[in-house]
């Protein structure tokens, strides 16, 4: 059954702002609490105004308090991208410990359903390939990644505890690579950076020597998969993404031809504990939720490009500069 009244933290955010507007197309009244840190209100703009939406500012770090019966609370307040949380890096660990207690106290509180948003980052550099969910991950507890890596390893333990100790009922989804529009053009995630690259025909910089791999899901996909997981009454944790893998290399590559750009493929340092390959074995979502990624990479980047184009044309100092 769909939820009446759902909260959504980190809703002004590139997936959140998906959640919400999905939600609210089938009848959910969202309240989306959000501090902006990394999200904005333009992402949910086009639902501001409606009845059965509402945007709070608040930082979920301090006290969290909504009037009212709720029944679903997704948790996805948390800067995502490398770049966003090397720049918040206390700011990560709150939200990822604090705020995870703060969203878990109000679905206990309220009885709603809470759903976690956990990364395929959990896995670290892994060992195992593709990653099932039974992998305990490879991660380095200090390397400059842990600031995310081990703030949702710790969101997973504490969204376990309070299953076990107070009986809330909680599923944890580990979310692999998400694109589409909606990102920011500088969050330094690889398809926003190549395709803002590619479009303003400065060379396109690809880490390492680009054998690394990913997995990249379309977020209108993801969204599906993390709504199912939320009418579920699974616990997971369970894998989202697209188990369809490419090298860096391959993704630059398709960029520039789905683009028509001329910009070059130039080589920069790999960060550190960069992993070198990403694959999510998938079989647990399309046995206990029916939910597979249904739309391609090529696809999937054609309709993030030409969005991005549609926003160089408007706002050019967006994409372009910084
Ligand atoms: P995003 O940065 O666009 O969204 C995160 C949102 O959380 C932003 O709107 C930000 O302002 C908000 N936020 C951060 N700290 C907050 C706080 N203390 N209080 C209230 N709001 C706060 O990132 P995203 O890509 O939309 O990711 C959303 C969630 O999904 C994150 O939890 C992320 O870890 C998870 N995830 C995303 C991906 C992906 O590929 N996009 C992959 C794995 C996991």
Redesign the pocket.
């Known amino acids: 059954m769909d939820a009446r009244r759902a909260v959504v933290?980190?809703?002004?955010?590139?997936?959140?702002?998906y959640l919400c507007e999905r939600l609210v197309e089938r009848g959910t009244e969202v309240i989306c609490?959000?501090?902006?840190?990394?999200?904005?209100p333009d992402?949910v703009a086009h639902l501001m105004g409606g009845p059965a939406f509402r945007l709070v500012e608040?930082?979920?770090?301090g006290f969290v308090h909504v009037p009212g019966d709720v029944d679903l609370v997704l948790?996805?307040?948390?800067?995502?991208?490398p770049v966003?949380y090397l720049r918040?890096p206390i700011?990560?660990l709150?939200?990822g410990s604090l705020?995870t207690l703060h969203a878990l106290g109000l679905a206990r509180e309220k009885g709603a359903r809470f759903v976690l948003?956990?990364?395929?980052?959990v896995y670290g550099d892994p060992l195992e390939h593709p990653q099932k969910e039974s992998y305990w991950g490879n991660v380095n507890p200090v390397g400059p990644r842990s600031v995310?890596d081990e703030a949702?390893r710790f969101a997973e333990s504490l969204t376990t505890a309070y299953r076990n100790s107070h009986g809330t009922d909680t599923g944890i989804v580990?979310?692999?690579?998400?694109?589409g529009p909606r990102?920011?053009p500088h969050?330094g995630?690889a398809i926003p950076t190549f395709i803002r690259q590619a479009l303003s025909g400065e060379p396109i910089t690809v880490t390492g020597d680009g054998t690394q791999t990913r997995s990249i899901?379309y977020?209108a996909d993801?969204a599906e998969g993390i709504l199912a997981m939320a009418g579920s009454d699974f616990e997971g944790p369970v894998n989202i993404g697209n188990p369809a893998e490419l090298t860096m290399l391959e993704l630059a590559g398709t960029v520039r031809d789905l683009t028509g750009s001329s910009s070059p493929i130039e080589f920069i340092d790999r960060p550190a504990d960069d992993p070198a390959v990403r694959r999510p074995d998938t079989s647990l979502a399309a046995s206990r939720l029916g939910w597979k990624a249904q739309v391609d990479a090529e696809e999937g980047l054609r309709r993030t490009i030409a969005w991005f184009a549609d926003k160089l044309s408007q706002t050019p100092q967006a994409v372009a500069g910084r």
């Open positions: 933290t980190g809703g002004a955010g590139f997936l959140g702002s609490m959000d501090n902006f840190l990394t999200g904005s992402n608040c930082d979920l770090t948790h996805f307040a948390s800067a995502a991208s966003d918040h700011e990560t709150k939200v705020g948003a956990s990364t395929s980052e995310y949702k580990r979310i692999f690579n998400t694109y990102m920011r969050d995630r899901c977020v993801t």
